[in-house]
T-cell receptor
């Protein structure tokens, strides 16, 4: 069946460096992708999304890249800060929100 | 503040207890969801309500009983749970548009079943 997964369960980066979190998806029919951030003790928080007709989308300090050829999604965080420490989830879907399939998550830790 | 409020934040219950989780959204959304988040597992969709009507039950055991009295409130009634039901239960809401729908999550209820 379809699945969304993350290449690495944990990622450690130095404060100030850029972070790249990767996600693979298997459903070629998915046309919508979202990144969520979940801090300890909180629910997932929307970061950025992208539709399948785009390759790249930028937000504030974050960029999402979509490579449909290899079914790969990545989240880039520029100048990583301590507040970026969290678990990051990707999700893929088509149509309504109930069709979203979530990955397992990558834990990002920031080294001072 | 995400606009989705869940209570209680923490709940410990025995297997014979009956308890309820509450969710309220202040975003004017028309769809509400219950998700289960277990350690080392992806988010699992449990129930979906659109305009107060249940539109999805993802093969959830009957010991979990949802209730949606209006578009802003959602409950999850719990009875005779098992220890493996211990998890973080997340409520979410969205505006149904049919495309590009984003889920907005509450902070969850951390449930421990003894």
């Amino acid at each position: 069946g379809e699945s969304v997964g993350l290449h690495l369960p944990t990622l450690s980066v130095q404060e100030g460096d850029n972070s790249i979190i990767n996600c693979a998806y298997s459903n070629s029919a998915s046309d919508y992708f979202i990144w969520y951030k979940q801090e300890s003790g909180k629910g997932p928080q929307f970061i950025i999304d992208i539709r399948s007709n785009m390759d790249k989308r930028q937000g504030q300090r974050v960029t999402v890249l979509l490579n449909k050829t290899v079914k790969h999604l990545s989240l880039q965080i520029a100048a990583t800060q301590p507040g970026d420490s969290a678990v990051y989830f990707c999700a893929e879907g088509q149509g309504g929100a109930q069709k979203l399939v979530f990955g397992q998550g990558t834990r990002l830790t920031i080294n001072p | 503040e995400t606009g989705v409020t869940q209570t209680p934040r923490h709940l410990v219950m025995g297997m014979t207890n009956k308890k309820s989780l509450k969710c309220e959204q202040h975003l004017g959304h028309n769809a509400m969801y219950w998700y289960k988040q277990s350690a080392k597992k992806p988010l699992e969709l449990m129930f979906v309500y659109n305009f107060k009507e249940q539109t999805e039950n993802n093969s959830v055991p009957s010991r979990f009983s949802p209730e949606c009295p209006n578009s802003s409130h959602l409950f999850l009634h719990l009875h005779t749970l098992q220890p493996e039901d211990s998890a973080l239960y997340l409520c979410a809401s969205s505006r149904r548009t049919g495309t590009n729908e984003k889920l907005f999550f509450g902070s969850g209820t951390q449930l421990s079943v003894l």
